[in-house]
């Protein structure tokens, strides 16, 4: 086989990897764009999720205004004010934990949006990279062209210049040692790419983790949202209870004292009238431990959502 034709098919070789290295280069420009578009889809959840969390955030203030009402109505119509003030100092309490709450997953919101931040400017930053790789490459495809054409000139030259064999053999050595040179340059540059995508890789981990902890954050938040609004309820209903159930036996004691001063000498009158007054505090007693109950049975169902 001629020095020539060895040369062709080193020729064909080489042509045949730099197709190849132009293929991959493609491919993974093609992976970088559809992770972009995932990463826009996912900015524009995230977008969602806060519209939804101001919004729930808003209605939790609207609820809160409502049980201020309520507890001013309560403050009137209620003489027991310790115990009543007392509960609403519990609520409160809870109200100011569930504000602080909202507060930190707000933090966490931003912090993970700054993070999102970060990893699409590193993200540009490694397309830019490709893309100066990508330019590198053509450019030392270029170089090779040349010096495939230099080659050829060399075999020509070579046959016509016999007397100066052992110059052009030199030169082709030369030539080979800046073609394993480029070689290397350009296997440094596959490990460049291997080493971009697992970084992509590790990136889109990050952010299936920060997708995961807002999931979490959000079913918190509605968990929370459904134990307010029973707690609401159930103050309306204690509300309820209160002006029935202690409407009616205040009034009968309070009206039983206002006339007892009338039927002090009267001690069959004065029997009637405080066994109404036992009857009417009885009652009185029994409401109040349905109402102590029923806050028991508001406690344990707030603390059932509340897991």
């Known amino acids: 086989m001629s020095y020539s034709h060895k040369t062709k098919e080193f020729k064909i070789i080489l042509h ?35 519209k939804e969390l101001i919004f729930q955030n808003k209605e939790r203030e609207n ?21 009543r003030a007392a509960e609403l100092a519990i609520a409160n309490i809870e109200l100011a934990f569930q504000n602080h709450e909202k507060e930190d997953r707000a933090a966490e919101l931003l912090i993970a949006n700054k993070e999102l931040i970060y990893q699409n400017e590193e993200k540009e930053n490694r397309a830019a990279e490709l893309v100066i790789a990508n330019n590198e490459l053509i450019f030392q495809n270029e170089e090779k062209e040349n010096r495939a054409a230099e080659l050829v000139v060399a075999n ?16 082709l050595a030369i ?10 340059e350009k296997e440094d540059r596959a490990a460049e790419l291997l080493i971009a995508n697992h970084e992509l890789i590790y990136q889109n981990e990050e952010k299936e983790k920060r997708a995961a902890e807002l999931d979490i954050a959000y079913k918190e938040l509605k968990k929370a949202d459904e134990y307010l609004k029973e707690y609401v309820k159930g103050l309306e209903e204690m509300m309820y209870m209160t002006s029935h159930g202690v409407r009616k036996p205040v009034a009968n004691i309070l009206g039983i004292t206002n006339i007892i001063n009338d039927f002090i000498n009267s001690p069959a009158q004065l029997k009637k009238l405080i066994k109404y007054l036992k009857r009417s505090a009885i009652d009185l007693d029994i409401f109040l431990n349905e ?6 049975d508001l406690e344990k169902k707030g603390k059932t959502i509340a897991r």
Not at 19 to 24: C, R
Not at 63 to 83: G, S
Not at 156 to 171: C, D, P, S, T
């Open 63 to 83: 609820r809160a205004a409502e049980l201020i009402i309520a507890n001013i109505e309560l403050a009137f119509q209620n003489q027991e004010k310790e115990k």
């Open 175 to 184: 030539a080979n040692i800046e073609l394993a040179f480029q070689n290397n």
């Open 291 to 296: 109402l102590t109950s029923f806050i028991g």
């Open 16 to 50: 045949r990897e730099e197709e190849t290295s132009a293929a991959e280069l493609i491919i993974a420009n093609k992976e970088l764009l559809f992770q972009n578009q995932q990463k826009e889809a996912r900015a524009a959840e995230l977008a969602i999720a806060n």
């Open 156 to 171: 020509i030259e070579l046959a016509f210049q016999n007397v100066e064999k052992e110059n052009r053999a030199a030169e």
